[in-house]
């Protein structure tokens, strides 16, 4: 609604066309999109990894896969393969982040540092064995595997990427950070990330 009736917006609303914050900052309204700058935040404030230079694999061109492409870009991603059955949306995505992003196979997730799952493959409770997004045998023990599902908490594709040793992420901070980002938005102080992050486990049984 914020975008069709043109009010301000962020660069990243902008991109994506999609708004799911609203903001006062004393004399407009600011439309913003915290989700992929959440994703962001809980690789780098969670996880430990900082994309900036690295090399990612996006599985997924929807609209969590444009978020997060569109905050990777503005993390300072080296290099974006965007992987989607539909090449249409994959060009699209890989449009938003520019000549570091391109449409590639998913032969690319062997050479990526992180990989990124923004499907809805292997959601719901509960987890579907061997329903994954890509073949676990393309992972390596020296990858980040990240997953936006946060229902399960270890989809069956987060636990064989474990087994053959890499180091994985669930879509739980996904979830928190980018409401940490909203209350940070609306409130102008710091977000209260402990009280929170026990509300999202609590929320979602953990």
Known sequence: IAVALGERLS?????????????????DLWGENTDGGGFVDSLRLEAGVDPAG??????GAGGAGRAVAVALAEAGVG???VINRDTTKAERTAALVGRRATVGAMSAVQTADIVVNATSIGMGRPAVDGVVPCPVELLRADQVVADLIYQPLRTAWLTAAAERGARTVNGVGMLLYQAVRAFEHWTGVAAPVTAMRGAVDALIGE
């Open 11 to 27: 660069e990243s609303a902008r991109l994506l066309g999609a708004v799911n914050c609203v903001r006062w900052d004393g004399e």
């Open 79 to 81: 290099r974006l393969t």
């Open 54 to 59: 690295a090399h990612v694999a996006l599985l």
